[in-house]
Nanobody, 122 residues
Framework: QVQLAESGGRLVQAGGSLRLSCAAS????????MAWFRQAPGKEREFVAA???????YYADSVKGRFTLSRDNAKNTISLQMTRLKPEDTALYSC????????????????WGQGTQVTVSS
């Protein structure tokens, strides 16, 4: 089993930057697909970004060009560098993992962190 823990969320002004981190422990990290999802109150949980075990990175269209996902297998962490933040980015951001295939859907992901809140003020 994989345990995930996110950190870095806070209140930030529109146009600002934040870096979220997710630390993994337990089973081998390098064989997983790791992803970030987010969910705002009253909204569906949506895909943000993901990195596969063999180095492919995927982004949602809504964050492409603003967010950068990095994966450090040696440290068992993934990070999400967020820039040019918008109020629409306000959400609880959760780290997720699976030993299966990459998916834009949250349903196949077996492991989830508790989430970290990002609030972007206008």
């Amino acid at each position: 089993q994989v345990q995930l823990a996110e950190s870095g969320g806070r209140l930030v002004q529109a146009g600002g930057s934040l870096r979220l981190s997710c630390a993994a422990s337990g089973r081998p990290f390098s064989s997983t697909v790791m992803a970030w999802f987010r969910q705002a109150p009253g909204k569906e949980r949506e895909f943000v970004a993901a990195a596969t075990w063999n180095g492919r990175i995927y982004y949602a269209d809504s964050v492409k060009g603003r967010f950068t996902l990095s994966r450090d297998n040696a440290k068992n962490t993934i990070s999400l560098q967020m820039t040019r933040l918008k109020p629409e980015d306000t959400a609880l951001y959760s780290c997720a993992g699976t030993y299966g295939s990459f998916s834009y859907s949250p349903l196949p992901y077996n492991y989830w962190g508790q989430g970290t809140q990002v609030t972007v003020s206008s």
